[in-house]
DNA sequence: TTTAAATAGGACTATGTTAGTCCAATAGAA
DNA sequence: TTCTATTGGACTAACATAGTCCTATTTAAA
């Protein structure tokens, strides 16, 4: 099963709710509250979309989020990585050291995997916010 | 996070095994020992592809899989649908009616990523086994 | 006809991931 | 000082994946 996970759509559907804002400033409350998504949760992930760069904040009273990025300039690739991490379709593309795979002897496909792996990044890479907002 | 399964791989590393072995009818041992691949679990896998019409099998002492189709024939696609089910990128999409969205009346994204899917989806279809054997 | 080798398949468990919750701290405007 | 908002750590619940265990059933060979 391939899956883009609800923290990413849940992001799609704030970033989409933020850029048609007429607002300078956007808060979690709201966008949780228009889109029925729950609040700690999105809070969440709007601070990584700020660790991103994709996003800044202010804090306090009438704070709230704002866009730093065109939404043409952001792939959906980087908003996923930010949100889940890595993306490799499969544990043993996975660049860190850590996640040896017991396989790596006998593993037979890794090379055409490797290669399904590059295209679905690159579709991933293609896509950017824009086309979902 | 975006992924195909080890069951997936397992699949592959199969199937490419068959396809390249001599005999006519290859044993679920021969490519669990060979590829180092959970016996048990192997099995299972082996018999959804049969389920499938990708292998066929004979019972019994000197039994074994065959592949009842060409690698070129199976798309990457229907591999996966055979052993993990549905291979919608987002819940929501999914056909089956048990798996209601409770997003569904104020989803922003559904279109955007309906297109994507599709287009995830043709990419897959695209890939047929024989890219992995 | 017995035995061994193989597929077939149900039930279960262990582990890891995802989604979601709870709570406390910090920042800033009114 | 108080209220509103972001920040962020720790935890829990639910689910999916990977793997195991056990018992048929089928078939060729001894």
Do not use: W
């Not at 700020?50 to 730093?68: D, M, R, V």
């Not at 496909?109 to 991933?124: A, G, M």
């Amino acid at each position: 099963m391939i899956r883009i996970s609800k923290k990413v759509e849940y992001a799609l559907m704030a970033l989409k709710f933020i850029s048609h804002s007429e607002h300078k400033l956007v808060t979690a409350r709201e966008i949780s509250d228009t889109n029925n998504i729950p609040y700690d949760l999105l809070s969440k992930i709007l601070q990584k979309l700020k660790n991103e760069n994709i996003l800044a904040s202010t804090q306090g009273t009438n704070g709230g989020y704002f866009l730093i990025k065109r939404p043409d300039e952001i792939p959906l690739y980087n908003l996923m990585n930010a949100i889940d991490g890595d993306t490799a379709i499969a544990e043993c593309l996975n660049e860190s050291t850590d996640n040896y795979c017991c396989l790596t002897e006998t593993c037979s496909i890794k090379s055409p995997v490797s290669k399904l792996q590059k295209e679905v990044e690159e579709l991933f890479k293609r896509k950017t916010i824009s086309d979902f907002v």
